[in-house]
């Protein structure tokens, strides 16, 4: 199972669907991967680094982020 972030009601599941709705954000490769595309996972990017880094609160709950 891989990584979901909940924004509002649109849930984000690939690097493109992240980037469109977070475009000022760096993202920030999970070690265990090479590099990324567009429609990988969320599992390349590490999501609780992305967030601290942009300031963006969150909750996590297993695989799943929520933008509080």
């Given at each position: 199972?891989?990584?979901?972030?909940?924004?509002?009601?649109?849930?984000i599941?690939?690097?493109?669907?992240?980037?469109?709705?977070?475009?000022?954000?760096d993202?920030?490769?999970?070690?265990?991967y090479?590099?990324?595309?567009?429609?990988?996972?969320?599992?390349?990017?590490?999501?609780?680094?992305?967030?601290?880094?942009?300031?963006?609160?969150?909750?996590?709950?297993?695989?799943?982020?929520?933008?509080?």
């Open positions: 199972m891989c990584q979901t972030v909940r924004k509002g009601t649109v849930f599941e690939t690097v493109g669907q992240f980037k469109e709705q977070f475009p000022a954000v993202l920030i490769k999970n070690d265990c090479e590099d990324f595309r567009d429609d990988d996972c969320l599992c390349v990017l590490e999501l609780d680094d992305v967030f601290d880094k942009a300031g963006i609160e969150y909750e996590a709950e297993g695989m799943e982020y929520t933008i509080t």
